[in-house]
């Protein structure tokens, strides 16, 4: 039985004995029917022969009438030995009662109330610390400290980030034999900090952290901290750490610590600002006066950029580990995990779909698997295919389909065009990232999307490949001007692209005739909510026109190459724009076949994914119209 329910019973059985030895002693000492009389008609009735018996306890008279069987109590003083005298003469029965006898009860009647109320307001100072809202523990930390009854995650479930878990495995290490490293003179690390784009397994990692030490771990957020009251986010650090001392050596996990981490200054409280409060404590808490040995803190952010200088320190955060998005054979391992929960069929092949999905964080990768589970289930099927994840991948890259969108053919013919000149430039010009497929059904915020994936993981890229990424994004508003003789809105994007992408090559890269130079330095603005990058304008209007005029120049030497390639190849570029508009989506291998004039094969649909024998599928997958759901009539077998 939870403990809060127990308290609630023992204060209600308490509170109900109360009343009931409280109702016990004024029955007893009011029993019967019994009437308020004065002493003056106590005595004028004792006169007239009318009270038979009267019992005396203390100052309080009970007594009973000759002729009746109604009973009467008053109150006399404390010395009135007259009464005695007058009711002996009357012939009045007179009993008393030795006071103590009633002692007790007196007391329990006097103290009652205030027991009551004391312990009311004691259970509720109890329930406000110690319950769900607690409301007056400002000041103690909300660290949770990791069950043994909860599920475990180990570096069994973590893939893709070796390096990041031989770091904290030698943490762990550190905490389990620590005498082994201090043999030679050297210290446990205080601080790890985990730095990483958003989904690469930061907490998870952590949270493996917790399943493989076998010492306390104890987790709070970084916003946990800071509250409305001047004050409390200081005292839970101090608190967090005590609680960290008294279970140590144990290792204490704060997820997010840009919230509380950000640097001094840059809010608008000045120096008393609550954050900076909190994050001074944190400083002392990790490397001040008092030492913290057997307390490790792990920390995870995404943004390090805006942490203060004196937390990321050496003595504070010794240790720096980048968790970075997976490499090729990264994403395999990460599927493998993921992969482990869902029935595959025969066709999935992980290695294709690793080395098609350069980018993605081990989150995108999860999503990914989840999302092909969910279409496989959607056409009731047994396992789930390469279909599913191919469909799964390109929702995740481009977005859903919006075939609910309604389009006019003349619409359908621009996208169509668009997206051609985007995918023959891609394929005709050299350095360019190969082609996985070309679509114009909706997706997203876009009519239409040619979609390319690299070979390998690019670190660095050339002047030659981005100088291909220009004439590529230039391709759709050439083919518009080529063969529609007509510009639209479409390109609009693909030219918002194309300007920042050439300036970044003259004022970054120094890729131009100016030289090897940066033009604009960036500059951090210490705004409350971190800091925003502003452009500071360190050249002269001369350099101002030059770094204009190589701009355009990288812009226009894109458009003239992807117009040339157009105008030499207009026959494959109608096929191609006939092609999407018959199957609305082409893969790599068929525009290859359109480029050298060879016929297309048959359309395939999704039937030809369906589980073997299986009416009910092939029922649910075959839509009226024949056409396949979830993508276009011209989807080919991944196999």
């Not at 110690?130 to 990791?146: H, I, P």
């Not at 475990?152 to 005498?179: H, M, N, P, Q």
């Not at 964080?361 to 999860?366: E, I, N, R």
Request: hydrophobic share 40%; with cysteine.
């Amino acid at each position: 039985m939870n403990s809060t329910v127990k308290t609630i019973l023992m204060w209600v059985c308490m509170i109900t004995c109360l009343v009931f030895v409280f109702q016990f002693v004024v029955k007893g000492s009011n029993t019967g029917h019994d009437s308020a009389i004065s002493l003056s008609n106590l005595m004028d009735d004792a006169d007239k022969g009318k009270v038979a018996e009267i019992t005396v306890n203390g100052t309080e008279v009970t007594g009973k009438y000759r002729d009746s069987k109604e009973q009467f109590h008053t109150t006399i003083p404390a010395n009135y030995p007259d009464m005695y005298k007058v009711l002996r003469e009357k012939g009045v029965n007179i009993t008393v009662k030795d006071q103590n006898n009633n002692a007790w009860f007196a007391i329990l009647l006097q103290i009652a109330p205030f027991a009551l109320i004391l312990g009311i307001m004691i259970f509720f100072l109890r329930q406000m610390q110690s319950g769900g809202n607690k409301a007056m523990s400002f000041g103690k930390s909300r660290a949770r400290l990791l069950s043994l009854q909860q599920k475990k995650v180990t570096f069994k479930d973590v893939a893709g980030v070796d390096e990041a878990k031989e770091e904290l495995k030698e943490i762990i290490e550190f905490l389990r034999e620590s005498a082994k490293f201090q043999r030679l003179g050297g210290r446990i690390p205080k601080g790890v900090l985990l730095v990483g784009p958003p989904g690469t397994g930061k907490t998870l990692l952590a949270r493996a952290v917790a399943g493989e030490a076998n010492v306390p771990f104890f987790s709070i957020s970084g916003s946990d901290f800071v509250e409305m009251f001047v004050g409390v986010g200081a005292s839970r650090v101090r608190d967090l750490f005590e609680q960290g001392k008294k279970n140590a050596p144990c290792i204490i996990f704060i997820d997010e610590i840009d919230a509380v981490g950000r640097h001094r200054g840059a809010g608008l409280g000045g120096g008393h600002d609550e954050r900076e409060q909190t994050l001074n404590q944190l400083l002392v808490e990790m490397d001040g006066f008092e030492s913290n040995d057997g307390v490790i803190l792990v920390a995870a952010t995404n943004r390090p950029d805006v942490l203060d200088p004196a937390l990321l320190r050496p003595g504070r955060f010794d240790r720096r580990v980048m968790v970075g998005r997976p490499d090729v054979r990264g994403r395999e391992e990460v599927l493998r995990v993921h992969a482990k929960k869902v029935p595959l069929s025969e066709d999935v092949n992980l290695n294709v779909l690793a080395r098609g999905t350069p980018g993605f964080s081990g989150a995108d990768l999860a999503n990914m698997v989840n999302e092909a589970a969910l279409a496989a289930a959607r056409y009731n099927r047994k396992s789930v295919h390469m279909y599913d994840f191919e469909v799964a991948k390109d929702k995740v890259l481009m977005g859903a389909e919006r075939k609910s969108m309604l389009l006019t053919d003349e619409e359908k013919k621009v996208t169509a065009y668009h997206e051609a000149g985007h995918a023959l430039v891609a394929a005709i010009r050299d350095h360019a990232d190969p082609l996985h497929k070309v679509t114009i059904i909706p997706r997203g915020m876009a009519l239409g999307v040619t979609m390319q994936l690299p070979e390998d993981d690019r670190h660095t890229v050339t002047k030659d490949y981005l100088e291909t990424q220009l004439a590529i994004l230039m391709g759709g508003r050439c083919a518009e001007e080529i063969f529609l003789k007509k510009i639209t809105t479409g390109a609009g994007n693909d030219i918002e692209r194309a300007t920042e992408l050439s300036r970044r090559m003259v004022c970054e890269y120094g890729m131009s005739d100016l030289g090897p130079l940066t033009f604009g330095k960036k500059e951090g603005g210490e705004i409350f909510l971190g800091r925003e990058i502003t452009q500071h304008r360190d050249f002269s209007d001369d350099t101002a026109k030059q770094i204009d005029f190589a701009v355009r120049n990288f812009v226009d030497l894109g458009y003239k190459s992807a117009y040339s390639i157009l105008d030499t190849h207009q026959d494959a570029m109608h096929r191609m724009a006939v092609a999407l508009l018959e199957r609305e989506t082409i893969d790599a291998a068929e525009i290859k076949m359109i480029i050298n004039g060879d016929e297309l094969p048959p359309m395939k649909s999704a039937l030809a994914h369906a589980e073997p024998n299986t009416a009910d599928t092939q029922k649910v997958l075959k839509p009226e119209g024949g056409r396949a759901p979830g993508f276009g009539e011209g989807r080919p077998s991944p196999a």
